[in-house]
């Protein structure tokens, strides 16, 4: 068995939540086993084209999944919009629901309801999430990377880290980084 967990935008649909099984072709085997075999600490450090070797299995795996398990994503365009702008920097509600032509509330209830998420929640976890790929793939500092995804300080990015991921940005980034150096 080789599992892989992983999070899709929510503007290209929604897959329905649970476990699925794909039957698996020899390549599939082959790279699914080089990825276990990395994960386990078996064979060489960990590499970007390791990285990319499972985003490619999963889009492959994805290109085949059952139509009848998806639930398209009938997004309102002003939730996607809000969307989009809250990938790198936290806006204030107010601001994004005058920009989507809604009264406050009513642009944070339409917002939670399409994507189950309030919108600085969803801002919080988007740049949290950009963080984490900075800290994995780039050698930038902290302090860089806190900036970078919207945040005011290193010191309110460790605090807002720590909240979502359960350890500091730099355990994060010891935790991934191989004997020999950064992945």
């Known amino acids: 068995h080789f599992y892989i967990h992983f999070s899709l935008a929510d503007s290209f649909g929604r897959i329905k939540p649970g476990i699925y099984t794909f039957?698996?072709?020899e390549d599939f085997k082959r790279k699914a086993l080089a990825m276990a075999e990395h994960a386990l600490g078996k064979a060489l450090p960990r590499t970007n084209a390791t990285a990319l070797s499972g985003f490619a299995m999963?889009?492959?795996l994805l290109s085949d999944f059952p139509a009848d398990q998806i639930e398209e994503g009938n997004f309102d365009k002003r939730v996607i919009d809000a969307m989009c702008k809250l990938e790198?920097?936290?806006i204030k509600n107010e601001v994004l629901a005058r920009e989507a032509c809604m009264s406050t509330n009513s642009f944070v209830r339409l917002f939670r309801t399409q994507t189950g998420l309030a919108p600085?929640?969803?801002s919080r976890k988007k740049r949290i999430d950009k963080a984490c790929l900075m800290l994995k793939f780039t050698q930038k500092d902290i302090k860089t990377i806190a900036s970078e995804c919207g945040f005011v300080d290193r010191f309110h990015f460790t605090k807002v880290f720590i909240a979502e991921r359960g350890e500091s940005p730099g355990l994060f980034r010891k935790l991934l980084k191989p004997e020999g150096g950064l992945a």
Do not use: V
């Open 120 to 122: 600085q929640t969803f």
């Open 88 to 90: 790198d920097k936290s």
């Open 58 to 60: 999963i889009c492959s």
């Open 23 to 25: 039957p698996a072709q």
